[in-house]
């Protein structure tokens, strides 16, 4: 401010005296504010619901998985349904692979990567 502290420190003490209102007016209304975090909420729960769908999803296609295999094989144990678990990972790794390339995924060479990539 093109002076020194102590001319600062003067300056601001005379302000002080003169006593002025220092009013600050806000952006957004207290209304404005409101319907904004209001919508946020409304964003927020629509994301929960979103995702709890997708775990859901996520979580049936798994549990699929070991019914059928435990259909096709009663009495099996745990350790079997492990193994076809574990077995049956590249199969469908393989699968989601297939359908995310070209829609968000490139294959150059051995590797993939974000479509965003170009």
Do not use: C
Not at 21 to 48: F, Y
Request: cysteine-free.
């Amino acid at each position: 401010m093109d002076m020194s502290v102590s001319e600062w420190m003067q300056a601001m003490i005379e302000a002080g005296r003169k006593k002025f209102d220092a009013q600050v007016e806000p952006d957004e209304s207290a209304d404005e504010l409101r319907k904004q975090r209001n919508d946020l909420k409304d964003e927020l729960g629509h994301a929960r619901t979103r995702i709890e769908e997708l775990e859901t999803q996520l979580h049936h296609g798994e549990q699929e998985v070991i019914k059928e295999f435990v259909e096709e094989n009663p009495g099996a144990t745990f350790e079997d349904i492990t193994r076809h678990v574990i077995d049956t990972v590249p199969k469908r790794l393989n699968r989601h692979l297939d359908e995310l390339e070209g829609d968000t995924l490139y294959v150059a060479g051995d590797g993939y990567y974000p479509e965003s990539d170009g």
